[in-house]
């Protein structure tokens, strides 16, 4: 398939060896998620093994429209079983931006496969094709961003920016490799350690760091000057510049629109300051290939490129100590990036919490030798996130997360019970609300991770919720807002979108989960395309009253990239059989439809809003704030049994039925599950 590059590169750390694939046996898993989840089910054999066996091979791929011209398409996946989830280490995808992705296409390779661990400290040179194993015994210890540093000066022969750098095949290049590496936290295994590339990228959700740090690679590089073969280049042409038209419009609509400055899903995200309030910000930066650049650059290097939780990580408690936000915010998400910590665990809030309560403190029940009169300096973050990274003190029990922290301590139940310890999903931290935004939880419980794809979240909560807090109308209605959605989602009824209380369970709610799961595991996580560019639904800036490009504009781009004549109902089942590939292995690993369940605060604790959301009651439409709310326990198991049945699911235990699976052409999945008694 046009868009792909041929090979797979398979990677055995023990022996020092690597193989190719022909990735013409894996077409039609396209390439990202669907590529890396296919490897992974025919290498890894026995797939209920720890996060931290060598046997578990974690994939790496990037999506299929990585390294084109196609706009906000340049993600790259890895899959592999996770550290992180408590209190199973389920099987789970992360996803991370910045260059590599286009960089080992253009090296020749769609995929790599990391099995088994090395012996000794290693990181990987890919260079057009060529791999090589590198001693780390010299960068072990140092943080991401020095290693990255001194792999690109051995990489390109300490060569300034615009030195040209020979490859290994008489080509030449002015590009840097792009690096990926673990910190600290990674090398000790924290369950909490993340990949870090360039300034602010990073595999972040799993603990796939720490897996890395247990395999012994500390990085790999790769630098690549192919290409990638697409089959209509002037077509990509013209469908990016005609996706320009629904691109951020700099004639200041930026009062008009403020909820614009949460760009997450939305084609028309404007690039600049405005994660956080430092007053260093320069320039916007941007993901290859990407038309928004929501990366801001700062002129002090503090929080370069870093966006949404790693850029806020310390923001409140800095303004807090000083009545603003300060450069000292900038420099803690530098820490937190250089150490390879995740800043979306972060377990400040929880650390102070059971600081107040008299609990953790120096002397206290918890010991915890921490500056806790320096909240809101660097010097706080900076003794607690070290003692994190280095396992040192109460940091060994917060590498290993919250949740497991929380059990050793004795209070993971009942703070799980009031909601102080608020982990709502597998042990991740609450994102969007079960309570409110129900689907974002369903999909989470059922699948293995904080799901953590906005695509309905900007239009069913930050569109109405920052218009309406803030005295300002919303552009669109509720009524035309789940108009638009039935329409391009093909659910035809509006009342799909109807985030009342009496639909919480519903089977449209199903519906919802549903559909996220079909398009993200397609068009995100295997094609490469942004979560904070798509799905655009809702857009100021459309040349269509308000509608956005989704999915004409996604079907424009992988038709002009592969040359191929999908629907767009097509690709969605593509997605649905990679969604069911991912849920049998979740089935092989032990998952049960008890396992699927929300903490108890999910249930006693009401969440408080504002949380407008559409809504329609009594036959009218509105936006309305469902808090206070909480979930029923008996209605969510009732919930589950609706959605197991639209997935095609035994609807009492949610295990795929070898009927689905053999109509989705996973004919060997149901034998797989048959021979170990899961199906
Ligand atoms: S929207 Fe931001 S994170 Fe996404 S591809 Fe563009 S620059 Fe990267």
Not at 367 to 388: M, S, T
Request: proline share 5%; hydrophobic share 35%; net charge negative.
């Amino acid at each position: 398939m046009k868009g792909q590059v041929g090979k797979i590169l398979r990677v055995d750390l023990n022996q020092k060896s690597t193989s190719t694939i022909d990735t013409s046996e894996y077409e039609e898993w396209i390439g990202g998620h669907g590529l890396a989840t296919a490897l992974f089910f025919d290498l890894v054999e026995d797939k209920a093994i720890s996060g931290f066996n060598p046997k578990n091979t974690l994939v790496i791929a990037p999506g299929l429209l990585a390294g084109t011209l196609a706009p906000a398409t340049n993600r790259t996946e890895m899959v592999g079983i996770q550290a992180q989830s408590y209190p199973t280490e389920w099987f789970t995808r992360t996803n991370i931006g910045g260059r590599f992705g286009a960089l080992l296409k253009y090296a020749g390779f769609d995929a790599i496969t990391l099995e088994g661990a090395a012996e000794e400290p290693t990181w990987l040179n890919i260079i057009d094709g060529e791999v090589e194993f590198e001693d780390a015994t010299g960068i072990w210890g140092l943080n991401t961003f020095e290693s990255q540093e001194i792999i690109f000066d051995e990489v390109s022969g300490s060569k300034g920016y615009g030195g040209w750098i020979d490859t290994n095949n008489g080509r030449k290049t002015t590009q840097r490799p792009s690096v990926l590496a673990i910190g600290p936290a990674g090398e000790n295994q924290s369950r909490i350690g993340v990949i870090m590339t360039d300034g602010g990228s990073a595999f972040g959700q799993g603990g796939f760091g720490g897996v890395w740090g247990s395999k012994n690679l500390k990085a790999i590089s790769v630098l690549g000057t192919g290409s990638v073969e697409v089959a209509d280049p002037e077509e990509l042409m013209k469908t990016r510049l005609w996706a320009e038209n629904y691109g951020w419009d700099d004639e200041d609509p930026y009062e008009e629109y403020k909820w614009l400055n949460y760009i997450t899903s939305h084609f028309g995200g404007q690039p600049g300051p405005h994660w956080a309030s430092y007053a260093d910000q320069k320039r916007s930066h941007g993901c290859y290939s990407c038309h928004m650049g929501c990366r801001p650059k700062t002129a002090s290097g503090g929080s370069n490129e870093a966006i949404c939780t790693e850029a806020s990580y310390y923001t409140g408690y800095d303004a807090e100590a000083h009545g603003e936000i300060t450069e000292i915010s900038g420099q803690v998400t530098n820490l937190v990036e250089k150490l390879g910590i995740n800043s979306f665990e972060g377990p400040l809030g929880y650390v102070l919490y059971l600081h107040d309560e008299g609990v953790l403190g120096k002397g206290k029940e918890i010991e915890a030798d921490i500056p806790f009169e320096e909240v809101g300096e660097y010097e706080f973050a900076e003794v607690l996130l070290n003692k994190i990274a280095y396992r040192e003190g109460i940091g060994d029990d917060l590498a290993e997360g919250l949740p497991r922290a929380a059990e050793k301590w004795g209070r993971l139940e009942q703070d799980l019970a009031t909601g102080d310890l608020p982990q709502m999903f597998w042990g991740y931290p609450q994102h969007y609300d079960a309570r409110t935004e129900t689907y974002w939880g369903y999909a989470s419980i059922i699948g293995g991770r904080d799901v953590n794809c906005h695509d309905f979240n900007v239009p069913a909560y930050w569109m109405p919720t920052l218009d309406i807090t803030a005295g300002r109308t919303p552009p669109i209605s509720a009524e035309q807002t789940a108009a638009i959605i039935a329409e391009k989602t093909g659910w035809e009824d509006p009342d799909v979108f109807n985030f009342s209380t009496d639909k919480l369970y519903s089977t449209d709610m199903a519906k919802v989960t549903d559909w996220l799961f079909k398009y993200t595991r397609f068009w995100k996580q295997s094609c490469g395309m942004c979560d904070n560019a798509y799905a655009d639904f809702i857009n100021p800036y459309s040349p269509d009253e308000m509608k956005g490009l989704t999915p004409e504009g996604e079907m424009k781009m992988f038709k002009a990239v592969t040359g191929e004549d999908l629907t767009f109902s097509d690709t969605l089942e593509i997605g649905r059989k990679m969604w069911n590939l991912d849920r049998s292995i979740l089935v092989l690993q032990g998952r049960t439809r008890e396992d699927e369940d929300f903490p108890d605060y999910v249930y006693d604790v009401p969440a408080e809003g504002p949380y407008y959301m559409p809504v329609k009651e009594d036959g009218e439409w509105k936006y309305k704030d469902v808090c206070p709310r909480n979930l029923d326990r008996e209605k969510v198991k009732e919930w589950k049994t609706k959605y197991y049945e639209l997935a095609g699911w035994n609807k009492e235990t949610g295990k795929p039925t070898r009927s689905t699976l053999e109509e989705l052409g996973l004919e060997y999945v149901a034998d797989e599950l048959e021979d170990k008694g899961k199906i």
